[in-house]
């Protein structure tokens, strides 16, 4: 077991930031001292193993990233980052833990289908991993397989009320799937988009010659999360089970949410780094002249427009609290071979973008402009993404006995995203790490930087090396959330 000191940083939590030593012994955070503390009259600092210098920088838990789809089968391809390159690109950005999600398929039992996320992911992971389930086919079988999530560490499933004929739950179904989970105390987590009027939509786009990635967001109107976010609502409130509404990325989907928690009902939601930065207008000005460029921003939910305030409305969301997490939903493919599936049909593209390595660096951009404070970012990034998924004490936060998943954060650092080449095949000067033949974030410059990252005591990267490997994570058995009332 070795001992490791952070020395001469600003540890920030939740709650608040202080200069403090963080000694760390073994796996585990074993004291969090005043700056250049003694023990019993020793020198912290020439008693252990590693000293880590953090002078000048943020000492924060390491982050969690709650939404996550390594190698998903998605739209007649996987999704490309397999749980190793996908982990090692979490590592790389300051991300600990993922929790990804594991999908039964229609007519398949969700033992078969968790088992086979088991076997993608077991031995392969650099961070900490965890599950949720998704349940894409909600029947008898299905609701009774619920009932043996909490003690298989999953608390927390997926519905989505999108893709009509591959995940989609139907009104009758969501309701039987959430009276069951309110029973267990199973997180629902809802997918809220009313799929099969997106889908006339698309045909209709498709059929009258509006085929370009940018017709995938006026399909998928704000109306249509809009409404299916009111829907879950509530049937959510008829059972009585707890809501978590994914990827939101409309204001009118953020103030159905609002009105529910000004009720006391108890409904959570997240947003993802590219419904805070991009829209619909950069997606329909994306190079080339079929438009395909934009397929790269092909998500669900979509980009929504800027000029209509959606992007102002997801950061105030996350200010007051309406909304309460920022994950990726990372959800990686390639321009070459999967994303142009779609040219000519863009209800044929992959729907997901990749942005495991670079949620914590986008949100500080939130501090430094002055949108979010340094506590908050903290928070959103993981404090609370391990308190609504049951990983807290042990993640998200800097304290004697929680993991020792620590990063330090340079705020006078710099980082400059891109992939690796240019559209020439020369060097562009920039990389990431996930398995991707372009960047969604190409040329994004982040005032910033992840300068160490350490999970359960050992240093996974520091001086841009990686120093980890896969088969370091281990899976997360998660409790209850502690939203739960
Ligand atoms: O575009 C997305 N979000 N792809 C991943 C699947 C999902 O709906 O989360
Ligand atoms: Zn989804
Ligand atoms: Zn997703």
């Known amino acids: 077991m070795s001992t490791l000191l952070i020395k001469g940083g600003t540890v920030v939590s939740a709650t608040g930031r202080t200069a403090a030593d963080v000694l760390v012994d073994g796996e585990r955070i074993v004291a969090v001292l005043q700056p250049g503390s003694t023990l019993l009259g020793h020198d912290l600092a020439a008693g252990v193993d590693t000293v880590i210098d953090a002078t000048g920088k943020y000492v924060i838990p390491g982050g969690i990233d709650a939404h996550t789809h390594m190698e998903l089968p998605f739209g007649g391809t996987n999704a490309s980052d397999t749980f190793e390159s996908g982990t090692i690109a979490a590592a790389w950005g300051g991300t600990t833990s993922i929790i990804d999600f594991a999908v039964q398929k229609y007519g398949e039992a969700v033992e078969t289908g968790l088992a086979a996320w088991h ?266 993404p391990a308190r609504m998924f049951g990983l807290y004490g042990t993640k998200g936060v800097i304290a004697p006995g929680a993991d020792a998943d620590i990063v330090v954060y340079d705020p006078a650092g710099h980082t400059s995203i891109g992939y690796p080449t240019l559209p020439d095949g020369s060097p562009s000067g920039r990389s990431h790490h996930m398995n991707m033949d372009h960047s969604a974030w190409e040329g994004y410059e982040i005032d910033g930087h992840v300068d160490v990252v350490i999970s359960r005591g050992s240093v996974l990267v520091a001086d841009e090396e990686f120093h980890g490997r896969a088969g370091h994570g281990r899976f997360l058995k998660r409790g209850l959330t502690q939203y739960l009332t």
């Not at 805070?276 to 002249?289: P, V």
Request: proline share 3%.
């Open 119 to 384: 076997d993608k992911a077991g031995g392969n992971c650099a961070v900490d991993y965890g599950f949720h389930q998704i349940i894409g086919g909600v029947d008898e079988q299905s609701l009774k397989a619920m009932e043996t999530l909490v003690d298989e560490g999953i608390s927390s499933y997926k519905l989505f009320m999108a893709y009509p004929g591959v995940f989609y739950s139907d009104d009758a179904q969501i309701l039987k799937a959430m009276q069951k989970a309110a029973e267990l105390g199973l997180m629902t987590m809802m997918h809220a988009e009313n799929g099969p009027a997106i889908d006339v939509l698309a045909e209709q786009l498709y059929e009258s010659g509006r085929t370009a990635p940018y017709f995938h967001g006026i399909a998928r109107a704000w109306q249509m999360e809009e409404e299916a976010t009111h829907r879950a609502i509530m049937l959510a409130d008829l059972t009585d089970a707890p809501l978590y509404v994914v990827h939101v990325s409309a204001k009118q989907a953020v103030a159905q949410l609002a009105a529910a928690r000004d009720r006391g009902k108890n409904v959570f939601g997240e947003t993802c780094p590219q419904y805070l930065y991009l829209s619909l207008e950069e997606q329909l000005g994306a190079g080339g002249e079929d438009g395909f460029e934009g397929a790269k921003w092909v998500c669900s939910t979509p980009l929504r427009s800027r000029e209509e305030g959606h992007q102002d409305a997801m950061w105030q969301g996350l200010r007051t609290n309406d909304l309460q997490m920022v994950s990726t939903d990372h959800c990686p493919f390639c321009m070459k071979g999967q994303k142009e599936l779609g040219k000519g049909d863009f209800r044929a593209i992959p729907n997901g973008i990749g942005s495991i390595e670079h949620r914590m660096d986008l949100l500080y951009q939130g501090v430094v402009t002055g949108e979010l404070t340094l506590e908050r970012w903290v928070e959103l990034t993981s404090t609370t």
